[in-house]
Protein backbone atom coordinates (compact mmCIF):
# COMPACT_ATOMS: atom_id res chain seq x y z
CA UNK A 1 0.00 0.00 0.00
CA UNK A 2 1.69 3.05 -1.36
CA UNK A 3 1.71 6.49 0.50
CA UNK A 4 -1.73 7.72 -1.62
CA UNK A 5 -3.25 5.01 -1.26
CA UNK A 6 -2.70 4.97 2.79
CA UNK A 7 -3.97 8.57 2.93
CA UNK A 8 -7.52 7.36 1.00
CA UNK A 9 -7.66 4.62 3.35
CA UNK A 10 -7.44 6.67 6.64
CA UNK A 11 -8.54 10.10 4.74
CA UNK A 12 -12.34 8.80 3.48
CA UNK A 13 -13.04 7.58 7.07
CA UNK A 14 -11.29 10.41 9.01
CA UNK A 15 -13.69 12.76 7.05
CA UNK A 16 -16.66 10.68 7.33
CA UNK A 17 -15.82 10.61 11.18
CA UNK A 18 -15.32 14.80 10.92
CA UNK A 19 -18.74 15.06 9.12
CA UNK A 20 -20.77 12.61 11.85
CA UNK A 21 -19.24 14.48 15.12
CA UNK A 22 -19.75 18.12 13.09
CA UNK A 23 -23.31 17.69 12.14
CA UNK A 24 -24.64 14.53 13.13
CA UNK A 25 -23.99 14.47 16.91
CA UNK A 26 -24.76 17.63 17.62
CA UNK A 27 -28.54 17.09 15.96
CA UNK A 28 -28.74 13.94 18.28
CA UNK A 29 -27.95 16.26 20.96
CA UNK A 30 -29.64 19.59 20.48
CA UNK A 31 -32.81 18.52 17.74
CA UNK A 32 -33.55 15.44 19.09
CA UNK A 33 -32.77 15.72 22.87
CA UNK A 34 -30.86 12.79 23.08
CA UNK A 35 -28.49 12.58 26.62
CA UNK A 36 -24.64 13.25 24.83
CA UNK A 37 -23.38 9.73 25.80
CA UNK A 38 -26.22 8.35 23.59
CA UNK A 39 -25.59 10.22 20.67
CA UNK A 40 -21.87 9.36 21.02
CA UNK A 41 -22.83 5.83 20.92
CA UNK A 42 -25.17 6.43 17.81
CA UNK A 43 -21.84 8.06 16.08
CA UNK A 44 -19.62 5.15 17.23
CA UNK A 45 -21.97 2.62 15.75
CA UNK A 46 -21.48 4.70 12.57
CA UNK A 47 -18.21 4.83 12.17
CA UNK A 48 -17.11 1.55 13.79
CA UNK A 49 -19.14 -1.08 12.71
CA UNK A 50 -18.24 -0.30 9.23
CA UNK A 51 -14.37 -0.35 9.97
CA UNK A 52 -14.83 -3.82 11.55
CA UNK A 53 -16.68 -4.73 8.44
CA UNK A 54 -14.38 -3.30 5.60
CA UNK A 55 -11.34 -5.15 7.66
CA UNK A 56 -13.39 -8.57 7.52
CA UNK A 57 -14.98 -7.91 3.57
CA UNK A 58 -11.31 -6.43 2.43
CA UNK A 59 -9.22 -9.41 3.37
CA UNK A 60 -11.92 -11.95 2.19
CA UNK A 61 -11.24 -10.26 -1.32
CA UNK A 62 -7.51 -10.70 -1.08
CA UNK A 63 -8.33 -14.37 -1.68
CA UNK A 64 -8.61 -15.61 2.08
CA UNK A 65 -11.29 -17.99 2.60
CA UNK A 66 -14.16 -16.78 4.99
CA UNK A 67 -12.72 -19.22 7.26
CA UNK A 68 -12.30 -17.71 10.81
CA UNK A 69 -8.47 -19.11 10.86
CA UNK A 70 -7.87 -17.90 8.23
CA UNK A 71 -9.37 -14.33 8.60
CA UNK A 72 -7.43 -14.28 12.21
CA UNK A 73 -3.98 -15.09 10.03
CA UNK A 74 -4.48 -12.69 7.60
CA UNK A 75 -5.35 -9.92 10.16
CA UNK A 76 -2.95 -10.71 12.54
CA UNK A 77 -5.00 -11.86 15.48
CA UNK A 78 -2.79 -14.07 17.18
CA UNK A 79 -1.69 -15.98 20.44
CA UNK A 80 0.61 -13.70 22.71
CA UNK A 81 4.49 -14.75 22.98
CA UNK A 82 6.35 -13.51 25.69
CA UNK A 83 8.16 -10.81 23.37
CA UNK A 84 4.04 -9.46 22.35
CA UNK A 85 3.37 -9.63 26.79
CA UNK A 86 6.62 -7.07 27.02
CA UNK A 87 5.60 -4.88 24.23
CA UNK A 88 1.96 -5.11 25.23
CA UNK A 89 2.96 -3.97 28.98
CA UNK A 90 5.57 -2.28 27.95
CA UNK A 91 4.07 -0.17 25.30
CA UNK A 92 0.71 0.62 28.16
CA UNK A 93 3.24 1.33 31.01
CA UNK A 94 4.69 4.33 28.86
CA UNK A 95 1.99 5.75 26.90
CA UNK A 96 1.02 6.17 30.63
CA UNK A 97 3.85 7.75 31.60
CA UNK A 98 4.32 10.12 28.79
CA UNK A 99 0.65 11.21 28.52
CA UNK A 100 0.83 12.12 32.72
CA UNK A 101 4.34 13.99 31.53
CA UNK A 102 2.19 15.91 28.50
CA UNK A 103 -0.89 16.45 31.31
CA UNK A 104 1.63 17.51 33.79
CA UNK A 105 3.60 20.06 31.55
CA UNK A 106 -0.18 21.18 30.59
CA UNK A 107 -0.56 22.04 34.28
CA UNK A 108 2.76 23.82 34.95
CA UNK A 109 2.15 25.93 32.03
CA UNK A 110 -1.65 26.94 33.05
CA UNK A 111 -0.40 27.84 36.48
CA UNK A 112 2.75 29.71 35.13
CA UNK A 113 2.14 31.31 32.24
CA UNK A 114 -1.59 31.62 32.23
CA UNK A 115 -1.99 28.88 29.25
CA UNK A 116 -5.19 27.59 28.73
CA UNK A 117 -4.80 23.37 30.26
CA UNK A 118 -5.33 21.35 27.62
CA UNK A 119 -9.14 19.80 27.68
CA UNK A 120 -9.37 16.15 27.90
CA UNK A 121 -12.71 15.84 26.47
CA UNK A 122 -13.94 16.73 22.92
CA UNK A 123 -16.96 18.58 22.72
CA UNK A 124 -19.23 15.73 21.34
CA UNK A 125 -18.35 13.56 24.38
CA UNK A 126 -18.34 16.06 26.96
CA UNK A 127 -21.42 14.71 29.83
CA UNK A 128 -22.58 14.23 33.01
CA UNK A 129 -21.89 11.13 35.37
CA UNK A 130 -24.52 8.20 34.58
CA UNK A 131 -27.41 8.56 37.15
CA UNK A 132 -28.80 5.65 38.72
CA UNK A 133 -31.66 5.43 36.15
CA UNK A 134 -28.93 5.91 33.13
CA UNK A 135 -26.88 3.58 33.70
CA UNK A 136 -27.98 0.94 31.31
CA UNK A 137 -26.57 3.18 28.95
CA UNK A 138 -23.46 1.25 29.75
CA UNK A 139 -24.42 -1.98 27.86
CA UNK A 140 -25.28 0.12 25.10
CA UNK A 141 -21.47 1.22 25.39
CA UNK A 142 -20.17 -1.96 25.63
CA UNK A 143 -21.36 -2.83 22.50
CA UNK A 144 -19.74 0.02 20.54
CA UNK A 145 -16.74 0.07 22.58
CA UNK A 146 -15.79 -3.40 21.61
CA UNK A 147 -16.81 -2.28 17.67
CA UNK A 148 -14.47 1.04 18.61
CA UNK A 149 -11.37 -1.30 19.80
CA UNK A 150 -11.65 -4.46 17.05
CA UNK A 151 -12.60 -2.25 14.66
CA UNK A 152 -10.09 0.05 14.54
CA UNK A 153 -7.33 -2.53 15.44
CA UNK A 154 -8.22 -5.03 12.74
CA UNK A 155 -8.94 -2.10 9.61
CA UNK A 156 -5.86 0.27 10.91
CA UNK A 157 -3.22 -2.57 12.23
CA UNK A 158 -4.88 -6.04 11.33
CA UNK A 159 -5.45 -5.13 7.37
CA UNK A 160 -3.33 -2.14 6.20
CA UNK A 161 -0.09 -1.92 8.35
CA UNK A 162 0.72 -5.36 7.06
CA UNK A 163 0.42 -3.72 3.04
CA UNK A 164 1.73 -0.63 4.65
CA UNK A 165 4.66 -2.77 5.05
CA UNK A 166 4.90 -4.13 2.03
CA UNK A 167 5.80 -0.78 0.47
CA UNK A 168 7.87 0.51 3.38
CA UNK A 169 9.26 -2.19 5.52
CA UNK A 170 11.06 0.68 8.01
CA UNK A 171 8.79 3.71 8.39
CA UNK A 172 5.35 1.70 7.78
CA UNK A 173 4.48 1.96 11.72
CA UNK A 174 5.40 5.75 11.23
CA UNK A 175 3.06 6.66 8.67
CA UNK A 176 0.30 4.58 10.03
CA UNK A 177 0.67 6.93 13.24
CA UNK A 178 0.50 9.69 11.66
CA UNK A 179 -2.51 8.77 9.76
CA UNK A 180 -4.37 7.59 12.88
CA UNK A 181 -3.56 10.84 13.88
CA UNK A 182 -5.38 12.41 11.19
CA UNK A 183 -7.79 9.96 11.57
CA UNK A 184 -8.91 11.77 15.09
CA UNK A 185 -8.66 15.11 13.55
CA UNK A 186 -12.36 15.65 14.67
CA UNK A 187 -11.64 15.14 18.02
CA UNK A 188 -9.63 18.62 18.44
CA UNK A 189 -5.86 20.19 18.64
CA UNK A 190 -5.76 19.42 22.72
CA UNK A 191 -6.71 15.86 22.55
CA UNK A 192 -4.68 14.95 19.43
CA UNK A 193 -1.18 16.79 21.96
CA UNK A 194 -2.52 14.43 24.75
CA UNK A 195 -2.68 10.99 22.46
CA UNK A 196 0.14 11.52 20.94
CA UNK A 197 2.14 8.33 22.95
CA UNK A 198 -0.89 5.76 22.20
CA UNK A 199 -0.36 7.63 18.30
CA UNK A 200 2.93 6.74 18.37
CA UNK A 201 2.94 3.81 20.61
CA UNK A 202 0.43 1.57 19.63
CA UNK A 203 1.41 1.35 16.07
CA UNK A 204 5.24 0.52 17.06
CA UNK A 205 4.27 -1.78 19.19
CA UNK A 206 2.07 -4.23 16.78
CA UNK A 207 4.70 -3.36 14.01
CA UNK A 208 7.49 -4.96 16.06
CA UNK A 209 5.30 -7.59 17.33
CA UNK A 210 3.00 -8.50 14.29
CA UNK A 211 0.17 -9.04 16.20
CA UNK A 212 -2.92 -6.66 16.26
CA UNK A 213 -3.83 -8.54 19.60
CA UNK A 214 -1.57 -5.78 21.05
CA UNK A 215 -2.98 -3.11 19.75
CA UNK A 216 -6.49 -4.40 21.01
CA UNK A 217 -4.70 -5.30 24.28
CA UNK A 218 -3.68 -1.40 24.69
CA UNK A 219 -6.17 0.28 23.09
CA UNK A 220 -8.91 -1.62 25.34
CA UNK A 221 -7.01 -0.85 29.15
CA UNK A 222 -6.40 2.90 27.86
CA UNK A 223 -9.90 3.78 26.58
CA UNK A 224 -12.40 0.98 28.60
CA UNK A 225 -11.81 1.91 32.46
CA UNK A 226 -11.25 5.02 32.31
CA UNK A 227 -14.78 5.39 30.44
CA UNK A 228 -16.38 3.58 33.01
CA UNK A 229 -15.06 5.63 35.81
CA UNK A 230 -15.93 8.58 34.07
CA UNK A 231 -19.48 7.52 33.36
CA UNK A 232 -19.91 6.55 36.91
CA UNK A 233 -18.32 9.97 38.63
CA UNK A 234 -15.33 7.73 40.36
CA UNK A 235 -13.29 10.24 38.18
CA UNK A 236 -13.92 13.19 36.65
Known amino acids: ?140 WLSMFFFNITGEEMFWRGYILPRQELANPKFAWFINSVLWGVFHVSFGFDLLIILIPILIILPLAVYKTKNTGVGIFIHTLLNGPMFVLVSLGIFK
Open 1 to 140: MPLGLSFVYFGIPAVYFWLLTKYFTPYLNDTVGMHPAMSWFITGFLVFIPLFSVAVVFAKKEGHSGSLKALAERLRLKKFTKKDWTWALGGLVAIFLFTGMIMGISDILSKNFGIPELKTTPGFMEFEAFKAGERWMLLV
